[in-house]
């Protein structure tokens, strides 16, 4: 009627207490992606948007929120519409300055012209 006394060793504790060296939270799935995308956002808007959001679906299959991936896509996606709205307003204010600027004015005929 003895009891059969489990036998722990040293390196099943050694494998055991690895998996959590610094912290006990286990590394998911696009979690460095995703942090790599956050940082970029504020640099490259594109590739930040495309990394997050690939970062974002391999966290989603998983089944873990991957909030650095969620910040990276909305980041890159206001910065990236503003600076397309900064670009469009460059042009219009270099065209309005302008004026009646007509670069083609000495070419061709005169009677052709209307």
Same mark, same amino acid.
């Given at each position: 009627?003895?009891?059969?006394? !489990?036998?722990?060793?040293? !390196?099943?504790?050694?494998?055991?207490?690895?998996?959590?060296?610094?912290?006990?939270?286990?590394?998911?799935?696009?979690?460095?992606?995703?942090?790599?995308?956050?940082?970029?956002?504020?640099?490259?808007?594109?590739?930040?948007?495309?990394?997050?959001?690939?970062?974002?679906?391999?966290?989603?299959?998983?089944?873990?929120?991957?909030?650095?991936?969620?910040?990276?896509v909305a980041v890159s996606a206001v910065l990236l519409v503003?600076?397309?709205?900064?670009?469009?307003?460059?042009?219009?204010?270099?065209?309005?300055?302008?004026?009646?600027?007509?670069?083609?004015?000495?070419?061709?005929?005169?009677?052709?012209?209307?």
């Open positions: 009627m003895a009891k059969e006394a !489990e036998r722990i060793t040293a !390196e099943d504790h050694a494998a055991a207490s690895a998996d959590m060296d610094l912290t006990d939270k286990a590394e998911y799935p696009g979690q460095t992606m995703g942090v790599i995308a956050l940082v970029m956002s504020f640099f490259l808007q594109v590739p930040a948007l495309v990394l997050g959001i690939i970062a974002w679906m391999w966290s989603n299959k998983a089944g873990v929120s991957n909030v650095p991936a969620k910040v990276a503003l600076g397309t709205l900064a670009v469009i307003g460059w042009i219009i204010l270099i065209a309005s300055t302008l004026g009646d600027f007509d670069p083609f004015q000495g070419m061709g005929r005169p009677g052709l012209r209307s």
